[in-house]
């Protein structure tokens, strides 16, 4: 089953927030971040393997609530450079706690605006 | 030279055919996967691989079979192509003892069935 990611599109400008977050509705081991510019492969941007877990990638962040079987991605002060599709990739507990076998949300369009 | 190669990049196959998609990678990584990706649909995985001896199935494998010819080789195979099929194919590879579990990426193989 998908992880629901949130909002399905954005469209900010240079020096702008957003938040993409991602939901599921079984247990998660573990959340990945990737980003896919337009007409290339997906981009590792980080994963979370612990739930309260936050991380940074320059002024991009996530956290992952386990509880709530919830990661947020957080992108400030917004560059050109963002834009793309972010997707989450999530990983379940009763697949056997490990972080290979990846589950895709259908993807969130970033569009970055001078 | 990119780690991860796909062939061909560019498809165009008539209904009922057979078709290969080939991906051979450079980096050394035991684990090899298939997904396609839809428009809105985000990626779906279709087989992964963790060496030459196993082989397992995705949530989309029906009407595809995989190959793994080596370590380095993964071959994708639609045994009769159907217009449903057509789609933009990626495949990646990740190294099991990395613990963040990045999975790299191919260029892509966009496949059109008519």
């Known amino acids: 089953q998908q992880p629901v990611q949130s909002p399905q599109a954005v469209i900010l400008r240079e020096g702008e927030d957003a938040v993409i977050n991602c939901s599921s509705s079984k247990a998660l081991y573990s959340v990945h971040w990737y980003r896919q510019k337009h007409g290339e492969a997906p981009v590792f941007l980080m994963i979370?393997?612990?739930?309260?877990e936050q991380k940074g990638h320059e002024k991009i962040s996530a956290s992952f609530n386990e509880k709530k079987q919830q990661s947020s991605l957080y992108l400030t002060a917004s560059q050109l450079s963002y834009s793309g599709t972010y997707f989450c990739g999530t990983s379940r507990k009763d697949s056997g706690g490990s972080n290979y076998k990846l589950t895709f949300g259908k993807g969130t369009l970033l569009t970055v605006n001078p | 030279d990119a780690d991860v190669t796909q062939t061909p990049r560019n498809r165009i196959t008539k209904t009922g055919k057979r078709i290969m998609l080939e991906c051979s990678q450079t980096?050394?990584?035991?684990?090899m996967y298939w997904y396609r990706q839809d428009p809105g649909l985000g990626l779906r995985l279709i087989y992964y691989s963790f060496d030459v001896k196993d082989i397992n199935k995705g949530e989309i494998s029906d009407g595809y079979s995989v190959s793994r010819q080596a370590q380095a080789k993964f071959s994708l195979s639609l045994e009769s192509a159907i217009p449903n099929q057509t789609a933009l194919y990626f495949c990646?590879?990740?190294?099991?003892?990395?613990?963040?579990?990045?999975?790299?990426f191919g260029p892509g193989t966009r496949l059109t069935v008519t």
């Open positions: 990646a590879t990740s190294d099991p003892s990395a613990a963040s579990g990045e999975q790299y």
């Open positions: 980096k050394g990584h035991d684990r």
């Open positions: 979370l393997l612990k739930g309260g």
